[in-house]
């Protein structure tokens, strides 16, 4: 290699050294090293730790009934966000994409709650669902449902519904800008050609607005997915996982385990099954999202 | 491109070892203090003001909050290698131990055997139940060398409280609080009656339901019983264990606990007894402070939660609040402990009870607190607290254990099924102490 060469490469090494150095201190190493202290039984402070093997994994998943049940109130949270947050988000969007009075209002709007921090988010919703002088309790009061009146967050069938509604106000919106980002992209004159068709609104909708928006779609449900199943602050602000494991979602259980138990090879083994997991529903989603594109 | 290139580099070298270097000239003098207690940060300012004064030492106290946040700095500190001189360690006593073990803690057993400020030997001016906390004693669990390793800066009680002006209003006389469980159930019934909500905690922190829970535990079957049964000779389906669960299945019968308690925080629960929103609360000590910043009109008074047996003495959660450990690595050991020394003093034991409403370590000081909190300090003899325990139940057990009373509490669950839960893990945990031994 010649002198000129070996500094031309050189020099880009370099420009990419400080990005690379951050991204090996911050991320790639912490990753890593999650993946070492899983197969220890390390407390968090001893300056020793010892090699457990797999034994973590093992308990993890042959014997922790509470963890998987953990998991799935983060799929049914998860479920809702997927339906309900994102129908709402494009339905916001599909309205706000006409040309309607005080657009921008509206997006300021919707886009407020994600915004806001989750704590902040929780401590608000816990005032509404306040079982003795909650906002939620007053109305149903007031419009002569009173007997639905109830703790909503300490009432073990409704606890999970309660929190997973703060979660889908807290989410919409983001959902809500991707989307219509997403619509306003769609050229205009598909639009004006399927009118001059004779396509109704539906027809417009399905035929035309629904395929060119699959990729946004995609992107809007692994997003709502990923965040949701990371469900955290809002639980921590209102219900801390109760009633009993009522509300109890996977990083709930792993910090539980941190810093309730001090196990934190356990808690570590319990990150990497999450992690996993997150990223092979993900790999299913980009398959499914290609063959959707193929049809 | 040449040119901007070798900038470039000289730029990022620079800014390399730029960040690799102090910030500023290394203050090897200054003692640093590490602590989680926001509500004491203007008082703690002020004494460390007071030390340089009087010392020329120079003290500088730094505030980590909130407390979890705190603990994670410190566990994180610890793997550095970056502890201040002073800090405090918050959880159980496996951690304490583990903090010990590992280096990170000098043991204190013979600065507080030294004369302290005031002439009189360090240990004695001080609390023996608040000292307990921060001592291991010979053939602990933990394999600890016997000895000291931390010093309270307050003591707390964890009690009852109850409101006086809802008595009055639900035609209860306030001088005579419930003593007994009975008692208690016929007074919530006469305030429901009145259309007073009753009781509160923030049971949604589940040490809170496990203090109470020992509480009651403790009294019925005594220290012993419930200490076998962390051992593994007592299962949990004892009927004595199962009775300590239907107390709380009464609680939720008779609708003692105001809507939501189960899941609420204890700041929540702080507020809803500052607002007159509940005639009686499960807190500890530090709350007279905040219900003062809360509701300074609010007449209440503490008092032992309710007996359930006359057999054992009532127990309740007490002990060190707040404890200073000094960082065995450190260069400045002798200026830490002779400021330590300084702090529990007294003077400024006075000053911190006077000023932040908390109990003092320090039992000459004692003399000079409110009525108020005297009536927490009235209740130290009753005082135990899990840190002292000759034997500490598995975490996994507690968690299913709190946990279970919950569902006892939004009516999910009966007590024996509870029970039945709480044996089953707790043989899980045995099994796999088995294993590992």
């Excluded at chain 1, 490469?9 to 991204?23: D, E, R």
């Excluded at chain 2, 209860?172 to 009145?194: C, M, Q, Y």
Aim: with cysteine.
């Amino acid at each position: 290699m010649s002198f000129q060469n070996f500094r031309k490469i050189a020099g880009s090494y370099l420009f990419v050294a400080p990005a690379m150095l951050l991204f090996c201190t911050f991320s790639l190493y912490p990753f890593l090293k999650v993946f070492q202290l899983s197969v220890t039984d390390w407390d968090g402070i001893s300056s020793s730790m010892h090699y457990i093997g797999l034994e973590n994994f093992k308990d993890l998943l042959t014997d922790n009934p509470v963890f998987w049940g953990s998991m799935k109130n983060a799929f049914y949270v998860t479920f809702l966000a997927l339906t309900v947050q994102n129908f709402l988000a494009l339905f916001l969007a599909l309205l706000c994409d006409r040309d309607i009075r005080g657009g921008n209002v509206y997006r300021v709007i919707f886009y407020l709650p994600p915004v806001l921090s989750g704590i902040v988010v929780g401590l608000i919703w816990n005032w509404i669902y306040d079982g003795n002088y909650g906002l939620l309790n007053h109305f149903l009061q007031f419009i002569g449902l009173g007997d639905l009146q109830r703790a909503w967050l300490s009432d073990a069938k409704t606890a999970l519904y309660a929190v997973s509604v703060i979660h889908m106000w807290k989410g919409f919106g983001w959902g809500f800008v991707i989307l219509l980002a997403g619509l306003q992209s769609i050229p205009r004159e598909l639009y004006e050609a399927a009118t001059v068709d004779g396509a109704n609104t539906w027809t417009v909708f399905k035929n035309v607005t629904f395929p060119l928006m699959i990729p946004v779609f995609v992107l809007v449900s692994i997003l709502t997915i990923l965040g949701t199943m990371q469900i955290f602050d809002i639980i921590i602000a209102t219900t801390g996982g109760g009633p009993g494991y009522h509300t109890e979602v996977p990083i709930t259980r792993i910090v539980a385990m941190m810093i309730g138990s001090s196990k934190f090879g356990y808690a570590c083994a319990m990150g990497v099954t999450f992690g996993l997991i997150l990223l092979a529903i993900s790999m299913v989603q980009i398959r499914v999202s290609k063959m959707m594109k193929q049809v | 491109m040449r040119t901007f290139l070798k900038y470039f580099v000289i730029f990022f070298a620079a800014l390399t070892t730029a960040s690799c270097g102090p910030s500023e000239k290394a203050d090897t003098t200054t003692l640093t203090v590490w602590h989680w207690m926001s509500d004491r940060e203007e008082a703690f300012n002020e004494l460390a003001e007071r030390f340089t004064q009087e010392t020329g030492q120079k003290v500088k106290f730094e505030l980590f909050a909130p407390s979890e946040a705190y603990s994670q700095r410190v566990k994180a500190s610890a793997q550095t290698s970056t502890l201040p001189d002073i800090y405090g360690v918050l959880g159980e006593s496996r951690d304490f131990a583990s903090f010990i073990r590992s280096g990170y803690i000098e043991d204190l057993s013979q600065a507080l055997s030294q004369p302290g400020v005031d002439g009189h030997v360090w240990k004695e001016t001080l609390f023996e139940k608040a000292l307990a906390v921060n001592t291991f004693a010979p053939g602990n669990e933990f394999g600890i060398p016997p000895g000291i390793y931390g010093v309270p800066l307050d003591v707390t009680t964890i009690q009852m409280l109850y409101n006086k002006t809802l008595y009055k209003k639900a035609g209860l006389d306030p001088a005579n609080p419930p003593k007994t469980w009975e008692e208690f159930v016929g007074h919530a019934s006469i305030l429901r009656e009145a259309g007073i909500p009753r009781f509160v905690g923030g049971f949604g922190e589940i040490w809170m339901l496990d203090a109470l829970a020992s509480n009651l535990a403790m009294n019925l079957m005594g220290e012993e019983k419930v200490f076998d049964t962390y051992r593994g000779k007592v299962p949990y389906t004892d009927p004595d264990w199962v009775k300590v669960l239907s107390y709380f299945k009464q609680m939720a019968d008779e609708k003692i606990l105001v809507e939501g308690a189960v899941t609420m925080v204890n700041k929540t629960a702080e507020q809803t007894f500052a607002n007159e929103r509940a005639a009686y609360a499960f807190n500890g000590s530090w709350s007279v402070n905040v219900y003062k910043g809360m509701n300074p009109a609010l007449d209440y008074e503490a008092m032992l939660p309710p007996s359930v047996s006359s057999q054992y003495p009532p127990r309740i959660w007490g002990g060190a609040g707040g404890s200073f450990v000094v960082n065995a690595k450190t260069p400045r050991k002798d200026a830490a402990i002779g400021f330590l020394k300084w702090l529990t003093a007294e003077k400024q034991q006075t000053f911190l009870a006077e000023k932040t409403e908390n109990l003092p370590s320090n039992r000459r000081s004692m003399t000079k607190i409110s009525p108020l909190l005297a009536s927490f300090a009235d209740d130290m003899d009753n005082a135990t607290h899990p840190n002292i325990y000759p034997v500490h139940e598995d975490p996994a057990v507690i968690e299913a254990f709190d946990k279970g009373i919950q569902s006892i509490l939004i009516g999910e669950k009966k007590p024996l099924e509870v029970a039945q839960e709480v044996q089953k893990a707790k043989d899980k945990a045995e099994a796999k102490r088995s294993a590992a031994a």
